[in-house]
């Protein structure tokens, strides 16, 4: 099974390039971004050895879905999707914070409860809360956005104060991300699954607030299955889900979570096609439709770079 890990292209008025840790992004004349979702995995904020076959579409074709579902609510960057794992749109000057929501305790938010935390980047936690409950209301949870290593939680007033975000542009950010969540629990219900937290990333454009990047795909948002949730919660059993926390879990299981001194442990094939059927069960749950697997045979890169570079002369 094939899996794009590294990109190096040269599109046409192609002015720079960042290569996160999922996602290449192309700079087109300094006004768009070619995003390429590759199939690389991160977690605990770096980049596992192996690639995950169709992780990159499956993030890509999830994301483009839910900006077109979604654009009612806000303005967003998408433009056209020319190939599986590539979105084409607007370039915006993007805010160094990412909007986190919650509407369960679980995650890294548990573990901070388990320790005795009962405040998260300002908002304050009931106690004798379980895990896996749900909060009163969902609560958003800021954290600033590194380029390298670990995002750090951050309050409101904190980001406000600290001019990342200016007061008005966070009421709207603050919206935005309540009604986009409310809407995403409201498909995930539709097919049988909670959508338990998600991550938002805002840009700015012409002095409008945009919505950029990924939205509720498996690697900015975990989700349960609606079925059984009840019981498993009160007989404190884990929740079926589907995100990446399995993946987390995993590595917790074998001795890492990229703290000093631990080692990566080994990827093989048939784990990464384990991690590869997951994601395509998010998909198919989450969108109600069959996954199609892209051509997989030839060059990935030759394709995308074909197919990125037609629809590119279509915009001039």
Not at 128 to 140: A, D, S, T
């Amino acid at each position: 099974m094939k899996a794009l890990t590294r990109t190096d292209f040269d599109f046409a008025g192609q002015t720079s390039v960042y290569h996160g840790k999922v996602r290449d992004v192309y700079t087109i004349n300094d006004d768009l971004m070619v995003m390429v979702a590759t199939d690389r995995i991160s977690a605990f904020d770096v980049i596992l050895p192996k690639g995950i076959p169709y992780k990159g579409q499956v993030l890509n074709q999830i994301a483009a879905k839910f900006l077109d579902s979604t654009s009612d609510i806000c303005p967003n960057w998408k433009l056209g999707t020319p190939d599986p794992m590539v979105t084409v749109g607007l370039k915006c000057e993007g805010f160094r914070v990412e909007m986190i929501i919650r509407s369960i305790l679980t995650g890294s938010a548990w573990r901070a409860y388990k320790d005795g935390c009962r405040e998260l980047c300002g908002v304050a936690l009931p106690e004798g809360m379980v895990e896996n409950q749900r909060f009163p209301e969902p609560i958003i949870t800021p954290t600033t956005k590194a380029d390298e290593g670990h995002d750090m939680n951050i309050s409101r007033e904190e980001i406000i104060s600290q001019g990342l975000v200016s007061a008005e542009d966070y009421a709207v950010m603050e919206d935005y991300t309540r009604r986009l969540f409310a809407r995403g629990q409201e498909i995930a219900a539709r097919h049988g699954l909670i959508l338990v937290d998600t991550k938002y990333e805002f840009g700015k454009r012409d002095g409008k607030v945009y919505l950029i990047d990924e939205i509720h795909t498996p690697d900015s948002s975990r989700y349960f299955y609606a079925d059984g949730y009840e019981e498993k919660l009160a007989a404190g059993e884990p929740q079926r889900q589907l995100s990446k926390e399995f993946v987390r879990q995993w590595l917790i299981e074998h001795g890492f979570m990229n703290e000093p001194g631990q080692e990566m442990p080994v990827i093989t094939d048939e784990y990464a096609e384990s991690v590869s059927e997951r994601y395509i069960e998010l998909y198919e749950h989450i969108t109600g439709e069959t996954f199609v697997k892209s051509a997989a045979e030839g060059d990935l890169s030759a394709r995308i770079e074909k197919n990125v570079s037609d629809y590119l002369a279509t915009l001039r």
